[in-house]
């Protein structure tokens, strides 16, 4: 995560405005104003809490795997509302765990967290952002919950995901 608020700082542009006398001081400008700046900090926060919450509702849902397998199975000649019914029963069962219902909360307040960034923001550079951060926090979480990860694989798609990000930033 910290390469991609790296490279984002390396994508600022530079420039003297064209209009100035030689004794007027040169000023530079960036990209993104102070504002910008902290909608920036905003996508990588949420993408940060995304990824957090993925590794940990996938602990979650093996907790829930695990209490399936234990449960009645819906017959062959069960009815439509009997299938439904136990669908329902199913996803009750996997919101009471803990593990996975808290969480999730987490996941859906970030998203209406994102939600009110893309209302000021270009959308061209929030999505992306967001989802980079959200890709690279949950393979870090994944590693930090002793998940096992293919740590090449991982750092082989955040990388590429962050040159993705510069090239929509600098076109």
Known sequence: ????????????????????????????????????????????AVGVVWGATNAIMRRGALLWDEALKSSAKPHPRSTLAQKFLISLRNWLKLLSIWQYSIPFLINL???????????????????????????????????LLGERTHLFRA?????????????????
């Open 109 to 143: 307040s970030a998203s209406a967290t994102f939600f009110t960034i893309l209302s000021d923001s270009p959308l061209s550079l929030a999505v992306p952002v967001t989802n980079a951060t959200t890709f690279a926090a949950t393979a870090l979480f994944a590693i």
């Open 155 to 171: 750092f082989l798609g955040t990388a590429l995901i962050v040159l993705g990000l510069c090239l929509c930033i600098n076109s």
């Open 1 to 44: 995560m910290n390469m991609v608020i790296y490279f984002l700082l390396l994508a600022e542009v530079h420039y003297e405005p064209k209009n100035c006398s030689p004794s007027a001081p040169h000023v530079k400008h960036r990209w993104w104003n102070a504002r910008q700046t902290t909608k920036m900090e905003k996508m990588i």
